[in-house]
């Protein structure tokens, strides 16, 4: 699976949007992008996936560049209970299912 | 629909105790995963199962750790002649049995404290 880079860590302010980004610039055509999340030492959370379309669910949007070397998750209107770490996974969609998890981005939102 | 269910959620052991970490899966999945998360470091795949089969054991400790999901029952996670460095945090996550991008869905995790 392919290796992702992300900011250590990202601030924002309450109600802003938070836009986490994230580089894959050896994804493969087959390579899925998702979106994780842990809320202090929860287990994680799935947040959004995607191909090569950009994609928008009830949490998050995904915005994947045409070349798809990198990716921006988008929280519209971030809240303190967004407060977490990010990660962003690059996957084949039929391989094992194992989840490869890099140190990811820790988002503080504050008010 | 109740989520992944992982018991129990604290587990205490002293060295050279076993431990046995209990995964239910939601309803209808039939694929579960387990994950490690040592101190202060991230998330580590450990092993992938389906029913009665290991699929994926790659990330498993070669000595003292197994795993199995049974036909009938949850997913144990079996740890034996813990030792302090297994201290962590072991989470259970579990997908539909279709294949192609689905997500993982976690429980809550386990927290193992070797004494």
């Known amino acids: 699976d392919a290796k992702t880079t992300q900011p250590p860590s990202m601030d924002c302010a309450e109600g802003r949007a938070a836009n986490l980004p994230c580089n894959h610039s050896?994804?493969?055509?087959?390579?899925?992008v998702y979106w994780y999340r842990q809320i202090h030492s929860q287990g994680p959370q799935y947040i959004i996936h995607?191909?090569?379309n950009n994609e928008t669910n009830e949490m998050a949007s995904l915005i994947i560049t045409e070349d798809r070397k990198s990716s921006t998750l988008i929280l519209p209107h971030a809240t303190l209970r967004d407060t977490a770490v990010y990660y962003c996974i690059v996957r084949v969609s039929s391989n094992t299912g194992k989840l490869i998890f890099g140190q990811g981005t820790t988002l503080q939102v504050k008010p | 629909n109740a989520g992944v269910m992982q018991n129990p959620r604290h587990l205490v052991r002293r060295r050279g105790q076993e431990a046995r970490l209990r995964c239910s899966p939601m309803k209808g999945h039939s694929h579960v995963y387990w994950y490690r998360q040592l101190p202060e470091e991230g998330l580590k795949f450990m092993v992938y199962l389906q029913k009665e089969n290991i699929i994926d054991e790659s990330g498993m400790p070669k000595e003292r750790f197994s795993a199995e999901f049974p036909k009938e029952g949850p997913s144990i996670l079996r740890i034996q002649q813990v030792v302090r460095g297994d201290s962590a945090a072991y989470f259970c996550a579990s997908s539909p049995a279709t294949s192609g991008g689905d997500e993982q869905f976690f429980g809550p995790g386990t927290r193992l404290t070797v004494l």
């Open positions: 050896t994804i493969s055509g087959n390579e899925y």
């Open positions: 995607g191909l090569k």
